[in-house]
């Protein structure tokens, strides 16, 4: 009998862990099907005709005008000329960034230097100041330097950013340990070379979810653009996709988000190739030696 009650004790928490993972697994196909919606909603609106996105009920199931409405979208913009312009900038400065912002994060995570705390403080406020009430200037820097309608005017002030040397900076604290640079000082390493074969291995998902998270804010960028760029032929995507919406007739959806869907296909292959790193981060803290 007492065997017999251990067995039923035992069975109940089993029970109540496979109810549990079956809810949190329902729960996440949800979340999942709910995030995803609204790209596939956009794909279906870019394969029917303008008139599919004020259909009621909302169409869910992909025309066969995909061709058709991007037809439209090269006739109006020279889009994929736009779409090299933003693979380029956005891929310059993200390099840029990653790189700059670890040296920097490194630097104020592992060295000791005079006023080493004021700048940190200097660089974190910063992020308080609106971004907008940089652009006069530095529209007035970069005409001196005549870098206006050039990359150089959308690289060159994006090439280090304060929320970046933050991140690196918190990063490199808790995942570099100071044995591991001692170690590397001793046997003779210099200090670039113990920053880029210690350092940087440790911190790897660091820089490939700071990869992403830039990458996603500079292909978004509108306003700053839109402010250096006079040429048709410098535009970046989200310029291309602005002349989309001067349409006398009215707005062609289809278009639009024909237009849309290829801008967006990029940023999720960005992702699916850093997701790997930046998932190795988020779950390397919950594993313990």
Known sequence: ???????????????????????????MVVGALASIFPFYWMFVIATNDKSAAFHIPPLLVPGTEFFDNFGRVLER???FRALINSVVVASAV??????????????????????????FVFVIATMLVPAQLGVLPQYVIMAKLQWIDSYKALIV?????????FWMRQYI????HSELIEAGRIDGGGHFRIFWNIAIPVVTPAMATLAILNFMNVWNDFFWPLVVLKNKENYTIQLALQQLFTNRDGLDFGMIMSATFTA??????????????????????????
């Not at 840029?96 to 912002?101: I, N, Q, Y």
């Not at 990029?266 to 030696?289: M, Y």
């Open 264 to 289: 967006t296909l990029p940023l999720l292959i960005v992702f699916l190739l850093f997701s790997r790193w930046v998932i190795a981060g988020l779950t390397s803290g919950a594993i313990k030696s």
């Open 94 to 119: 993200t390099v840029s960034v990653v790189f700059l912002c670890t040296l920097a994060g490194y630097a104020f995570a592992k060295y000791e230097f005079p006023l080493k705390k004021v700048l």
């Open 77 to 79: 913009t020279e889009f």
């Open 173 to 176: 604290s808790s995942a570099v």
């Open 1 to 27: 009998m007492s065997s017999t009650a251990v067995k039923i004790k035992r069975k109940k928490p089993d029970d109540a862990g496979v109810v549990t993972k079956i809810l949190f697994y329902i729960f």
């Open 157 to 165: 002030p994006a090439m280090v950013n304060a929320f970046g040397i």
